[in-house]
Structures are given as C-alpha cells and as structure tokens.
C-alpha cells in the first residue's frame, strides 16, 4: 500500500483547449501509452496510479480527446487540458502545451486549437490585415516590405536607406533584427533619422509607408522603446518573441503605443525545422504570434537560404486566418532569400494578404537602392 | 557593376566574444563555406560581395577564428563577433549567437565562450554555490531539492506537502512550475501559505529549507510576484526562461528583491535534443543561466524519463563552474525522473556541489511524504 493523494478539494469544470502531438509508435497500445504520458507531464507530473482520484485525475490531467494513425506507424493524439490550467497568460498556455514534453525525444506539437475561452484572455491583433491595410491605404494589393540593413552603419546612413526605400515605394521598411541599440546607430537615434526620412519620402511621393524600429532589447527596456519609437514618428514596430518571450508582444499591444506589431522568427527555428520534434512552423509562426498579438508575422519561406518548406507555408496561411472568435487574422511575411524575380510565384502561393518581405537582392541592384526599390513594387504592382 | 554600399563610418576595434558551431560538411572547402555563412546571417544579412569593404566585412562581419574537423565529416568552427553587436543586453547576446541561423538545417551551437567584456555587461549569479550554501547552512554537503505539486491542489493542500518536505528536511522546496496563478490555487495564497509552513517547519526542526515559488506568468507580473514572495517569507524565486526569455532572469536580479534564482527547463528541450541542430545543453542550462544570473539551474538528468545524454551533463558541469571573471560557479539541479535510490550514483557523478531534484519519487512512498522526505535526505547524508 503506498501513500496515496487526497482529492483535490476545488472543481474544474471550465472550458477546455486541445493540442495535437505527432509521434511514432508501434502499435495503437503504445501510442496511447505515450499519449496518457504527455497528459501527465503537462499537468500534474506524476504518475498515473499516484495521482489523486476525482477531479485531478478526471479534468486536471489531460485528457485524450482522440488518437489517429497518420502514416504508417505516425500517430496524432489530439490532448485536451483545462482552460484554468494556463492561469490566463500567454507563458501559462505555452508551458501547458508543450513545456515538460519539449525534453523527449521523437514528440511534435502540430497543432493547438484556440477556443474562444483562450482567445478572450488576451486582447490579440489590434490592426490584423485590414488594419494593416488601412494604415498603408492599400485595400487589397499584396504588399511590400524591406528591412533596412546593414549592422555597422551609423544611424545616419540606415536613414539614407530608409529613404531610398521609402522613395521607391516599400509599404514597410522594417529594422533587420540585429539592430538593437548599438552604440553606432542608437535605439533613439536610429529611430528618428529613419521615421524622419521615411515620413518626410512619404510627403514627396504621397505615400504612406511605415518605419517599423526593432524593440527587442532588455525586457524592461521594450515599452519605453516603443513609446519613443512612436513620439519620434515610427509606424510599426518589431520584436522577437523567441528571445524576448511571446508575453512581450501581448505586454506591447495591452501597454504600448497601439502600433502594428511585427513578430520575428529569430531563435525559433529550432522548434520548426524537425519533423519529428518542437512545435509546427504554423503553430510558432502562426497560431502563437496571432493569439499574442502580433499584426504580422514574419517566417523563412520556403526555396530561399532557409529550410522552410511548402507544407510549412501552406498550414501557416491557414494559422493566420483560421476563424478564431473576435480574433483578427494576421498578415504573413515571408522572407528569407527571397529575390524580386520570385514574386510572381509567392503572390500565387499566398493570395494577396500578404507582405513580400525583399531585402538583400535589392542591394544586388545595378542602379540605385531606390531604382531598385521601384523595380521591386513595380513587380507587385504589375501583377494581375 | 552592381550598387556598391559605402564603407561605415564608424570604427569597431573593441573585444569580441566567441561562438562555436558545429555541422557536417563533406570537405574544408564546404566546411569554410558555411562558418562565412553563418558569419553573414549573424551580424549583416548580406553576401559577402555586396557587404561594404572596411569595417564592416573585417569587423562587424564574424571572423572564423578556427575551423577543426572533429569526426568524420563533422566540423567545429569558432567565430567571433564583436562585443558591441550585443548592445548590451542578452537578448542581443542571443540573438548574434544564434538568431537566424537556427533556421537552417544541421548547425548546432556548441559553445559560447564568455570573456570578461561580456561578463561585465551583466550582474551575473548574485549567490553563487557559496551564496546558496551559507543561505542553507550547508557549507559543502550535496544539497537536497524537491518539487511541489500537482496543479489542481489548492494553496492549502499544497502547503501541507511543503510542511512535509519541510519537517522531513529537504533543502529547496521549489513550485511545481505548472503553478502559475490559477484560480484554485493563486500567487498569493499559495505563496503565503507555503512559505508559513516551510518558515514554521524550520522553526521546529531548527533547519534552513527554503521555499522557492514559481513566478513566470505574465511578464509585467513577474517583479512584482518575485516582491511579495519576499515579502511574504518565500526564500529563491523560480523562472523558465525558455518561455519568459533570458533576460527575465537577468531583470530578477537587477531589479527583483535579491532572492536566490532557480532557473527551469521548460520548453528548452528542442534545443538540445538534436545532436544536428539547436544550442548544446551545456550552453542552454549552464553558459546562458549563468550568464542571465541563475543561482540553480535546474535541467533532466540522464537515465530518467528524458532524453539528456551523460555526455551533456558532463559539459553543464564543466560550463556552471567554467572561470569567468567576476562571475560566480552555479549550482546544477539534475532532475527529471529521478529516484532516491539512485542518489549515490548521481553525487558520484556530480561532487557535492549539486542540488538533486527528486519528486514523483517521493509520492511513491509507503509510509507518509514526510517519512518519504526523510528518507531522500537521509540517503544523501548517509554518503561518504
């Protein structure tokens, strides 16, 4: 007889939310084995027979809603835990989903599904596509996007960039994420020469391009960023929820400035390349940005220098815009090697909603950063 | 001709800090290729060609330091990157070792190397093995460490187990860190009521043992949480950076109330379980938590329900107490499985300089936690 846990005293009959794993397994015995493991893990971290009786066992441990072969000995088992367990907060909902279990071998996270019951703890896109859209007075046409670089110049050459940029029509000329606050282009610096050059393009041409500065940095420095960013004339603003946490993109749309968030997949890719272990491409990239509060979310697409592949791409369009009760779809950013040539081809993959994020092919240019700018919008706009 | 970017204007002579990243590569040409690669995509983003001459490509740029053909086809190579790309911060730290290169197939971090430029940047580890020893009374035993739960107990069932652990006498008590806020079991009353008895246990058995609540949750909550936890009796303060980020490790220490901290290995797994890919397990649970300023980082354990290598604990011994200068060895936490039968095994393996994490095991027992408890810290005394 070994000791044995008392019932829980308190009820949990609240809502509940589901993740799906993908594994392997011989057999359907084993794959519910594994299933009935993660269920634990996730939640009480003990083992079954000493877990109490009662609503602990019954609601608290997760709950195995169903078990399908995929393919050949693949399994997905849809996990269902309670709504209470993720005490309201975006690392309360990470941790529950995939916390313990990310140190096992051979266990992907496929998919988590948002029930409202989730998606009304936290405020989500504020702008989403159309207010994207709005804010670039660009109703439906793909949309164009940059990232101004390289790390080592001044702050004063970024803005002759950012110009060049602006002047040739990008929607979005966002910071490279290895710009932070170097001591030769200043967080404050950098962001008001750029929003400067980038707002003052905007008066010549008509147009109504954004500067979105890179706010990562010390957590506690983020909200202070972003602030300024905006006094000093910034349109977007951009972070990197793989280092900074996906609370700090919830932490910028309850207390920033109310700018488009961009979300960059910096770190993150380690969770998405495996097949066979970390969480889905479109459940990072896609599900958690959107559910955290970001407008966009910037991904590698696949056939540029990254190992992103279609598959990927595909689930993640469904992510952004997957209905989601009083949730905003998002926009998709694909970047990562892309080239101006290729924009034909990724308008058609992505429909419309959807930014084209170009950056170093335009330095390829034969003419001016500008020259190659235009030639890039020219290339969106020519679609049909 | 293609568009040519202008030299920077800045000059880059300070100290560098150094990155190892292992892959495959079928020769040394290849292998050469890649490290210029990753040296490009961790600082520029641009190809080598249109990457402006001067300070940028000899400085800003990673410079391969050292390229060793470890095995086979597999390579080492070490690159350094200037000290002020990091701007500071560890986000930025993160981000220049890792951030897009974690996109790309087969390249593993297998080593960041931490000189005094970096180290001073942060306040480090304010404890220390030394810290946390004299706090516990315990100048030079292996230290005894334990795990409340299971989420779905109220604060006040929970806070029976912890006087178990307590009058039993184990060291650290420290959260489950499935406990967050949840409604049956809040911050606060579960704080309040844990530390009490933890405080009162010590009383009577005129030992030292520390209560270690969890504080992850929404990040803007998270000082907050680590002040009344003080003020309310708690004794270390527990953080998974892998979903908070780093430097929320690093703000518990400038600006949280000088309690020891205990870093959690939630989420992290996905990094270190590949042997191709991701951030070694000694870099992400020793070089990193050390450097964010953990006292106790706790990580599985091989041989348990996870899947660390021995090899991977040897490394994490060797990265807590790697000289830095200035900054204080840490205290590994192995857990993740393990049984109280196998505590001589694992001092043996580690030295005294150690926290052993055993839990689920306890529940296993016969008689009651606290007899349970006793047993753990007997077994532990009893080594000669």
């Given at each position: 007889m070994t000791f044995s846990l008392p019932p829980a005293t308190v009820t949990l009959d609240g809502p509940r939310f589901v993740v799906q794993y993908d594994y392997s397994a011989p057999a359907e015995g084993d794959a519910r084995q594994v299933a009935i493991e993660i269920a634990l893990e996730q939640t009480v971290e003990l083992s079954w027979e000493i877990t109490s009786p009662g609503d602990i066992r019954d609601r608290v441990v997760g709950q195995l809603e169903s078990l399908t072969l995929t393919d050949n000995d693949r399994w997905s088992a849809r996990i269902s835990y309670p709504v209470e367990a993720i005490a309201g907060s975006i690392p309360g909902l990470i941790n529950t989903m995939f916390a313990n279990t990310s140190m096992k071998q051979g266990i992907k996270v496929t998919d988590l599904e948002i029930p409202s019951a989730v998606a009304g703890l936290f405020p989500g896109p504020q702008h989403g596509v159309h207010g994207v859209r709005q804010l670039l007075n660009a109703p439906d046409r793909p949309l164009i996007g940059t990232a101004l670089k390289p790390l080592g110049y001044s702050a004063e050459r970024l803005a002759e960039i950012a110009r060049a940029f602006a002047m040739g029509g990008i929607d979005i000329i966002k910071d490279d994420h290895n710009l932070h606050d170097q001591r030769f282009a200043t967080f404050r610096e950098r962001t008001a020469r750029c929003a400067d050059a980038v707002n003052q393009s905007n008066a010549r041409t008509g147009g109504q391009s954004l500067y979105a500065p890179h706010v990562s940095g010390p957590i506690d420095s983020m909200l202070e960023r972003a602030h300024l960013a905006t006094e000093l004339g910034a349109g977007a603003l951009e972070i990197m929820p793989g280092i900074m946490?996906?609370?700090?993109?919830?932490?910028?749309?309850?207390?920033?400035?109310?700018?488009?968030?961009?979300?960059?997949?910096?770190?993150?890719?380690?969770?998405?390349?495996?097949?066979?272990?970390?969480?889905?491409?479109?459940?990072?990239?896609?599900?958690?940005?959107?559910?955290?509060?970001?407008?966009?979310?910037?991904?590698?697409?696949?056939?540029?220098?990254?190992?992103?592949?279609?598959?990927?791409?595909?689930?993640?369009?469904?992510?952004?815009?997957?209905?989601?009760?009083?949730?905003?779809?998002?926009?998709?950013?694909?970047?990562?090697?892309?080239?101006?040539?290729?924009?034909?081809?990724?308008?058609?993959?992505?429909?419309?909603?959807?930014i084209l994020l170009i950056s170093g092919d335009l330095f390829r240019t034969e003419q001016s950063l500008e020259e190659a700018a235009r030639h890039f919008c020219n290339a969106v706009r020519d679609i049909k």
């Open positions: 946490g996906y609370d700090a993109i919830r932490l910028l749309v309850t207390d920033g400035p109310g700018l488009p968030v961009l979300s960059h997949p910096a770190l993150l890719g380690t969770y998405t390349l495996s097949k066979e272990q970390g969480i889905a491409h479109a459940v990072v990239f896609g599900t958690l940005a959107r559910l955290a509060g970001a407008d966009i979310t910037i991904f590698t697409h696949f056939g540029g220098r990254f190992s992103t592949t279609k598959q990927d791409c595909e689930a993640l369009i469904a992510a952004a815009a997957r209905p989601v009760d009083g949730m905003k779809p998002i926009l998709p950013m694909p970047g990562g090697g892309m080239t101006v040539s290729r924009v034909p081809e990724i308008v058609d993959f992505y429909g419309n909603d959807v």
